[in-house]
């Protein structure tokens, strides 16, 4: 696929179905948007893991995986690793997100918050930084 040099996930994304595909590669654009402006994430590291696109900080550690695939129940789900408490602080600062577990922000069909999306990626991508600093987190909107 155009622009993904991993060609595991390029074959990935591919195998989606249409519709699907332009979802999902919405929301990879969106990830590579949000770790591009926010401070201190550095590249991220674009690979496989659980079978799932995966974006990695590899090269700073300030963050955790952000995964995000299809969901099984419709849409597509980002999702990040659930001994975080990362889900638990999406949900008091989001409750009209879809929220699956302590995984995964499922986005359904129909409108996303957009903003709440790019705020929750942030905090994900910058989660050990913040963890190492006493916990400020990047504002939302």
Same mark, same amino acid.
């Given at each position: 696929?155009?622009?993904?040099?991993? @060609?595991?996930?390029? +074959?990935? !994304?591919?195998?989606?179905?249409?519709? #699907?595909? &332009?979802?999902?590669?919405? =929301?990879?654009?969106?990830?590579?948007?949000?770790?591009?402006?926010?401070?201190?994430?550095?590249?991220?590291?674009?690979?496989?893991?659980?079978?799932?696109?995966?974006?990695?900080?590899?090269?700073?550690?300030?963050?955790?995986?952000?995964?995000?695939?299809?969901?099984? @129940?419709?849409?597509? +789900?980002? !999702?990040?690793?659930?001994?975080?408490? #990362?889900? &638990?602080?999406?949900?008091? =600062?989001?409750?009209?997100?879809?929220?699956?577990?302590?995984?995964?922000?499922?986005?359904?069909?129909?409108?996303?918050?957009?903003?709440?999306?790019?705020?929750?990626?942030?905090?994900?991508?910058?989660?050990?930084?913040?963890?190492?600093?006493?916990?400020?987190?990047?504002?939302?909107?």
């Amino acid at each position: 696929m155009n622009g993904i040099e991993n @060609a595991a996930v390029a +074959a990935k !994304f591919a195998a989606y179905p249409a519709a #699907l595909r &332009e979802r999902l590669v919405d =929301l990879r654009a969106l990830v590579l948007d949000v770790a591009a402006a926010t401070p201190g994430v550095g590249r991220l590291e674009e690979t496989l893991k659980w079978g799932q696109p995966s974006y990695l900080t590899a090269e700073t550690g300030s963050g955790t995986t952000v995964r995000i695939d299809a969901h099984p @129940a419709g849409g597509v +789900a980002l !999702f990040v690793h659930c001994q975080t408490r #990362l889900v &638990e602080q999406f949900r008091q =600062l989001y409750p009209a997100l879809d929220f699956e577990g302590e995984r995964a922000v499922v986005l359904r069909d129909g409108p996303v918050d957009e903003d709440a999306i790019r705020h929750c990626v942030a905090l994900a991508l910058t989660y050990h930084a913040r963890k190492k600093r006493g916990g400020s987190a990047p504002t939302s909107r």
